[in-house]
């Protein structure tokens, strides 16, 4: 299976994986700050123009997203499988 | 209606019913005949109005053809041979024609004239796809399948009020066109709730995870791409530019996303995220633009592709395992490497990823926000895409293929790539969405309104790549907090639950012994005066008749031991002779008078 | 009177009468006796079918048996409104003779040669009243036909059957004798006729006639003809529940309650007329008071374990509709009314042989019972889910034709409330027939055996197959009975 072995061949160098990782993340937040590669001009509104601001908001986000869900949930909306069993 | 027509309906409706028909051998040859022979009938179908048919007192339009009923007929027949050939290996005939007469209905409904075809059509959907849901066979089915019809006939009933009543208005017509959705009136407000209904629209909405959650494999695949899409379809076409939807829309992808990254069951977050998908479509409706609706298309188009890849990589692993809970999943990329791949790209897809088709599609409706100057409806629907990634394109496969192995030994023995038709099926479905998403003239030339967006421009790919690369960044970091808890989460199916429980206790105690006690009453109040009034007749006859009649009773008496041998007691020779004797009589009299 | 006299309508009538004789005379060899049934079913057929294309062209057909007094006779006519309910009567009674063969011999019951007597004893009544000119006709045959069914209901003649039978004649003898008998001789004595108007606006009522003894005789007439199964009234309707299923077949979708229902509206129509019920305000509070027993009977049904009583509740909802169709005194109200005649007579008539067939085939009786059991009798089943929907009122079959009209009807009459009382009842009607469907097809039996047992013999089969495939077709082509209700609005 090859790609089997192509994920395994990730899995036992996950450091390294993951360093590349954050370093191509790295790249792409210096490469939205260039005006030059990325062309703001059809960004609407005044946050989108600076720099790394989506990847901020993907950030903070999904973390309030996460911690809103699960707040909500635990105030009682999520409980036993069998609930609604007679 | 001069040249010959089929509507590409027919070739599923019929398929279906000739079915059971085809030999054992040639099934299968079958199966994947006639999907294709709709796809086929759709694409050649000409724009115009056919199939047009009297019916009382009212002319059925049967073939409304124009590019907005197009490009939703051309992704429901083309889905139909894939969902076909992911199921081909089921043995029971009435699944496929189940799923082939429903497929059937939605697009007679996206092709409909008028209101009262369009009824048909909505309920032929209800009452086919309900099977889909029953044909699962667990325990919890039947109770399932039976919440999701009386949900749909609830929503067709308000349907068919608004019809009646907006068909009763004079000056209106029965085509269905768009209503004025700066007047609406209590007929137009019922219609659109019919439509709401049908696109689990907050708050209508619990019967999709509960339903959707409890079909069959291959089914859900069906289920997950017509109810909801004609929905789409049918408020793109009447209620466009409603401003209510745009709110209702954001809070719907909203909603759709947090009960999703609760929800333990894989299929039932899916069927979370189709809320939340539709979110996005009922509020580029709202906002009424040309791009917006063009926007809609799309990504009702994409997601069907993609939604459909996401439930078909999810039906892999539950067919082979048996299971569809994070919690007794996980670690199956050993098993499984393929059908993890083919879903990660479902999940790449839906969440706009570039290069996919929810690049090209989903972001079309972000943009035509912007363009409307409607910011918070594109900053939020932008959050619910930061969802989107995290419970799709992140939770789904790694708690189900990486992660913590919960498996229990016998999953983990069952599991293993899915059959070839299955593969091929989902395998046909990541391609397309690659497709779409690489080249997209395919897509956009379908589209009703002329195209004027281009999804890569460079700041285009950053903001995504951005927003949902560091999204994962932040999945991983609150990776524990997301670990799968075995709990079900309560909506607003609740009221109705519960509600109904109560109701029937209602019906089988207070109201049954009510009725009980009314039957009685006829012993009390008929039978007893009878006999009282009997009584008093007798009482009457004996002490005041009798003196008079005794002479004359002792001749009849004796003419009627001659009479007797003539009774035999057998009920039916006395009424007949009662009766000959009436109409004797009656013969008699009518001869004297 | 302008129409012609007509022997045919007097024929017509004879036969079953004549039919009943022979039968209890071949009783002794059950084939020539089923045959004879049949006989005498295809001549009645076939003579109120020779009936239509004059009806159809407007022409009005009668015959006078004799004349009492002057404005009392027993009297016969043919038209529209006779030829929806004699039309649906004599085919089914066609259909009737093979299920009842099936169903009676295929559980060897005693006593056939009554039954299939009164049975057509029964038709000879129910066709009298299709056939009646006025009101005094239409009581004779109303009686002949609760005396000739109270053998079938009482059949088995065990304590439940005599009890069945009891409750039977009770409400139907009572409320006819102590509500429609002193109507009739009260609207005598005002308008000097009992005979019906010639359409349906006037009706007999002279001016001078006050407005509250109008009411109080229509009330008399709507309670009275307690056939029709209105509630209070109703309760004799469960009970004869106990009757072999051809005659719940029969009574509950041909003969007995149509003959209740048909007789109501004849008289709603033809004695009160549209005009004066309106100018009286008797329309709205009808369909008002029918609208409690159509869902009152439909929430009780939800609650029945056994199919047959769940069944008889759901009729005593559906006869409502055709009574509020009819009260809601519009074009479109009356038109869905009258049309449910038919096809409540043929979903129901399915939905009753499905019953039976599954009775005989199983043994079963319960709906809890009948797990899995759509497995083993697919026809059967599938025909019971097809008639369902009718009931239910989906389309395109023909309970959404009635459905449509009754809507557009109470819009016009103004009324949201009714408007919502049939969305309520579509929901019931789901809430109660979606259960034996998927209990039949998807739910394993307890013990989790395959079910045993096989399909219904064919004589039962094929009846419920047409019954259902009739219903299908006429909605898709409601045209042929809605030419005729049509013709009578006009």
């Not at chain 1, 299976?1 to 937040?29: P, Q, S």
């Not at chain 1, 909500?72 to 609930?83: C, S, V």
């Not at chain 2, 293993?416 to 497709?435: D, K, Q, R, V, Y």
């Not at chain 3, 006796?33 to 049949?38: K, N």
Request: with cysteine; charged share 10%.
């Amino acid at each position: 299976m090859k790609l089997l072995r192509f994920i395994e061949f990730f899995r036992a160098r996950l450091r390294a994986t993951v360093g590349v990782c954050l370093a191509l993340l790295a790249l792409l937040v210096v490469v939205d700050a260039i005006p030059g590669v990325v062309d703001k001009e059809h960004a609407h509104t005044a946050p989108e123009h600076w720099p790394a601001f989506w990847a901020v908001f993907g950030f903070i986000g999904c973390a309030i997203l996460i911690i809103l869900s699960k707040a909500f949930g635990h105030a009682g909306i999520m409980t036993r499988e069998d609930y609604y069993d007679e | 209606m001069s040249d010959l027509w089929l509507h590409p309906a027919s070739a599923l409706i019929l398929g279906a019913l000739l079915l059971p028909l085809i030999p054992a051998r040639l099934k299968k040859v079958w199966l994947l005949a006639v999907p294709i022979a709709a796809f086929a009938l759709n694409t050649i179908m000409p724009p115009g109005v056919h199939g047009q048919w009297q019916f009382l007192d009212w002319t059925l339009t049967f073939g409304r053809v124009d590019r907005l009923a197009s490009v939703f007929g051309h992704i429901m027949s083309l889905i139909s041979i894939v969902a076909t050939l992911y199921g081909l290996h089921v043995k029971e005939d009435a699944q496929h024609i189940a799923a082939w007469i429903y497929a059937g209905a939605a697009l007679g409904a996206v092709y409909a004239g008028d209101f009262l075809t369009l009824f048909l059509f909505w309920e032929m959907m209800a009452f086919s796809s309900v099977f889909l849901v029953w044909f699962r066979r667990r325990k919890e089915s039947p109770a399932a399948g039976y919440r999701y019809l009386l949900v749909h006939m609830a929503g067709g009933v308000c349907l068919l009020a608004g019809i009646v009543l907006h068909a009763s208005t004079p000056g209106s017509s029965f085509a269905f066109e768009a209503f004025e959705v700066s007047k609406m009136t209590p007929a137009s407000w019922l219609v659109l709730i019919g439509f709401l209904v049908n696109g689990a629209v907050p708050p209508f909405h619990a019967w999709l995870p509960d339903a959707y959650g409890e079909g069959t494999f291959n089914g859900s695949i069906f289920l997950c791409t017509y109810t909801t899409k004609t929905a789409v379809y049918a408020l793109c076409r009447g209620f466009a530019g409603l401003d209510l939807l745009v709110p209702l829309g954001v809070a719907m992808a909203l909603y759709g996303v947090v009960y999703a990254v609760l929800e333990n069951d894989s299929r039932r977050l899916l069927a979370y995220h189709i809320i939340s998908q539709v979110g996005y479509m009922v509020a580029a409706v709202g906002l009424g633009t040309e791009m917006a609706i063009n926007g809609a298309c799309a990504h009702a188009f994409a997601n069907i592709l993609y939604k459909g890849l996401l439930f078909m990589g999810c039906g892999a692993v539950l067919h082979m395992t048996g299971q569809s809970k994070f919690t007794e999943l996980g670690g199956l990329y050993q098993k499984m490497p393929w059908t993890f791949l083919l879903t990660l790209i479902g999940g790449l897809s839906i969440s706009a990823f570039p290069l996919t088709a929810g690049f090209v599609a989903k972001s079309m409706i972000v943009a035509a926000g912007f363009e409307a100057h409607n910011l918070w409806a594109a900053f939020l629907l932008m959050l619910a895409s930061v969802g989107t990634f995290l419970h799709t394109g992140l939770k789904v496969p790694y708690f189900i293929f990486f992660g913590k192995n919960h498996c229990r030994p016998e999953t983990w023995e069952r599991a293993a790539e899915p059959p070839w038709n299955m593969m091929t099926a989902m395998a046909i479905s990541a391609f397309l969405c690659l497709f779409v998403g690489c080249y997209t003239p395919y897509l956009y030339d379908l589209l009703p309104h002329p195209v004027h967006y281009h999804p890569y421009t460079a700041y285009h790919l950053s903001e995504t790549l951005q927003m949902l690369l560091f999204t994962a960044v932040s999945f991983f970091l609150f990776l524990k907090k997301l670990e799968p808890e075995p709990t079900i989460s309560l909506d607003l199916d609740w009221p109705y639950r519960k509600g109904g429980r109560m109701f029937l206790w209602l019906a089988q105690k207070p109201v049954q012994f009510a009725d009980n006690c009314l039957g009685e009453f006829y012993r009390v109040g008929g039978i007893a005066g009878l006999m009282g009034s009997a009584r008093l007749a007798g009482w009457f006859d004996g002490r005041v008749i009798d003196g008079v009649v005794d002479g004359l009773a002792e001749a009849v008496r004796k003419l009627g031991q001659r009479l007797r041998p003539v009774q035999r007691g057998a009920v039916q020779e006395n009424l007949t002779l009662a009766f000959a004797l009436g109409a004797a009589l009656l013969i008699v009299l009518w001869l004297v008078w | 009177m302008e129409g012609s006299s007509d022997m045919r309508l007097l024929l017509a009538i004879l036969a079953p009468l004549l039919g009943a004789g022979l039968v209890m005379a071949t009783g002794r060899r059950p084939n020539l006796r089923e045959g004879v049934s049949l006989v005498a079913a295809l001549i009645m057929f076939g003579l109120t079918v020779s009936l239509i294309p004059e009806v159809r062209a407007g022409k009005k057909l009668f015959y006078t048996i004799f004349t009492l007094l002057p404005g009392l006779s027993i009297a016969l006519r043919a038209d529209a409104l006779s030829m929806i309910f004699a039309l649906s009567a004599s085919f089914l009674w066609v259909v009737t003779v093979f299920y009842s063969a099936g169903y009676m011999r295929g559980l060897n019951e005693h006593a056939q040669t009554r039954f299939n007597t009164c049975f057509a004893l029964a038709l000879f009544g129910a066709l009298g009243c299709a056939f009646s000119d006025n009101l005094l006709t239409l009581y004779l045959f109303y009686e002949i036909v609760s005396i000739g069914t109270y053998p079938l209901v009482a059949h088995h003649q065990d304590e439940e059957g005599y009890e069945g039978g009891r409750k039977y004649l009770v409400y139907l003898t009572v409320a006819a004798k102590g509500l429609i008998l002193p109507a009739m001789v009260l609207i005598y004595v005002f308008t000097g006729t009992l005979d019906f108007a010639h359409n349906i606006r006037t009706g007999i009522f002279p001016s001078t006639v006050s407005q509250g003894m109008v009411t109080a005789l229509y009330v008399c007439c709507l309670l009275g003809f307690a056939k029709n199964g209105v509630m209070p009234l109703h309760h004799w309707l469960p009970g004869a529940m106990v009757a072999p299923t051809p005659v719940s077949a029969l009574l509950h979708a041909v003969a007995v309650v149509k003959v209740g229902v048909f007789s109501t509206v004849r008289v709603m129509l033809y004695i009160f007329g549209v005009e004066k019920m309106d100018a009286f305000n008797l329309g709205l509070p009808t369909a008002y008071f029918v609208s409690f027993t159509i869902i009152a009977a439909s929430v009780i049904a939800l609650s029945k374990d056994n199919l047959k009583a769940r069944l008889a509740y759901s009729t005593v909802s559906q006869l409502s509709y055709i009574i509020l169709g009819v009260a809601l005194l519009t074009p479109k109200g009356i038109e869905g009314g009258l049309i449910h005649i038919a096809n409540h007579a043929f979903s129901k008539i399915t939905l009753f042989f499905c019953a039976g067939a599954i009775y005989v085939a199983t043994h079963k009786k319960e709906i809890s019972e009948m797990a899995g059991l759509g497995r083993v009798m697919p026809f059967t089943f599938g025909a019971f889910a097809i008639a369902s929907l009718s009931m239910i009122g989906a389309p395109p079959v023909a309970g959404f034709v009635t459905k449509w009209h009754l809507l557009v009807g109470a819009l016009d009459a103004g009324s949201v409330l009714i408007i919502m009382v049939l969305m309520a009842s579509t929901l019931l009607n789901t809430a109660y027939f979606a259960p034996v469907v998927y209990h039949a097809f998807f739910s394993k039996p307890p013990d989790g055996r395959t079910p045993h047992g096989k399909e219904a013999p064919l004589a039962m089969v094929l009846p419920l197959s047409i019954t259902a495939a009739i219903s299908v077709l006429i909605g898709f082509y409601p045209d042929f009975f809605m030419g005729f209700i049509k013709s009578l609005l006009s």
